[in-house]
């Protein structure tokens, strides 16, 4: 047999856990970074309050430096807090199995884009063409990472609609198959008229007896068609706190960071003077980890901080008016404009708040897409939402608008849209429709 060498050159992307906890912190609300944060002070010695007194913290690690005791391998990365969201949960559910390097990257894009409710936001194409791979991932690659996904979580994580969401969950019922047989039927073809609770047009459409048409009614009821929200974080307050505020100064717009809502953590210069007496390599190790948590807080803030700016600096007419003049923006513009990725972007602005003076916002709510006025101007659609809102807010109790015509009055004020989307936009308001409005 002959032997013989090859040099071979690959490219791979491995997250450090530097950019591991700055991720995680970027995510965050400013109520679960809290909670993080207390946990590190908890138990990294060399952490502390900026402005607090901790003597006594210090006495009693002078008193045990040299207890070996002392955990030799705490890793701030398993430190993982009870109440969970869905991003924290898939993460450790995956993080159990072992995989290639470019899987991983795969698999965390494909949880990036899991909303809340537990259903894949993007399109796979689009994601596929966000994963940093030259040449692009193959879709049949990622649809086997996402079956995966979908396979290893709470039944309906990962769906792509609806449909799919109540069949992930009918699929592990092994009782009665012919109910549950009916019950994808109806899934999958019928849920219009489910909603609509035809049951005689339902029971004709599929051909079973009633019984088992109501059977299988009786389960789909029971599915959780927002699996999501099961892991949604318990705060420990009703009220939101924003981030950020702007404000008119001087008749400019400054935006500033709300400062009191932010843990300001520093490292603590008496265990630092240790660490250089005792020389101790877990020592320099839990050194090492706080002062990336002090230099992720400050990456995080002047983040936040920037991509607010950015945001306000285009939305002006908004704040000088009211929501009906949200202008038109992606999270490209941004991402453009800072030089930072969109899914960045996209972790900064969630679960973060801006207080205006319209009320409080999430930084998130100011993205959207945008419709065409017949003057060829971009209108957010956020300032139709508004703008629907406005025209239903102040319409006859007795005599509401029909879709068609709030079709017609958005056209004179020069957006020319499709009924269906008034529609669309309605039902996203929640409002119900003018024959369910009118009051006799």
Partial sequence: MKLSFNLKLSQSLKLTPLLQQSIKFLQASQAELNDLVEEYLAENLFLEEDGNESKNHIDKYKNNVNNTSISQNYNIFENQIKNQTLK???????????????????????????????????????????????????????????????????????????????????????????????????????????????????????????????????????????????????????????????????????????????FKVKINSDYENILLDKNKSNLKDQFQEAKWLVKNLQQRSISILRVSRSIIERQIDFLEKDESYIKPLT???????????????????????????????????????????????????????????????????????SDEQLCLLLKQQGVNIARRTITKYREILRILPSSKRKII
Avoid: M
């Fill in 88 to 262: 924290e949960y898939l993460i450790e559910n995956i993080s159990i199995l072992s995989f290639t390097d470019r899987n991983q990257v795969i698999f965390s894009f494909l949880i990036d884009y899991i909303d809340d409710n537990g259903y894949l936001s993007e399109n796979l194409e689009k994601i596929r063409e966000e994963i940093p791979y030259d040449p692009l991932v193959d879709l049949k690659e990622i649809e086997i990472l996402l079956k995966l996904i979908q396979n290893a979580s709470l039944p309906g994580i990962g769906a792509r609609n609806l449909t799919e969401c109540l069949n992930l969950q009918l699929d592990i019922i092994k009782d009665n198959p012919r109910i549950i047989k009916i019950a994808k039927i109806i899934s999958n073809k019928y849920l219009g008229l489910l909603a609509s609770a035809n049951l005689k047009q339902l029971k004709n459409k599929i051909d079973c007896e009633e019984n088992e048409l109501k059977n299988a009614i009786e389960i789909i009821k029971k599915l959780n068609p927002k699996p999501g929200l099961t892991f949604q974080k318990i705060e420990n307050t009703n009220y939101i706190s924003a981030d950020v505020t702007v404000k008119k100064v001087n008749g400019d717009w400054v935006v500033e960071l709300n400062n009191e809502q932010f």
């Fill in 331 to 401: 999270l490209k513009d941004i991402a453009f404009e800072l030089e930072l990725h969109e899914s960045t972007i996209s972790r900064i602005t969630s679960n973060k708040y801006i207080s205006t003076p319209h009320g409080i916002f999430e930084l998130k709510y100011f993205f959207g897409s945008s419709i065409k006025t017949k003057d060829k101007e971009n209108l957010s659609s956020k300032a139709i939402l508004s703008k629907i809102k406005n025209i239903i807010d102040n319409e006859s109790k007795n005599h509401p608008y």
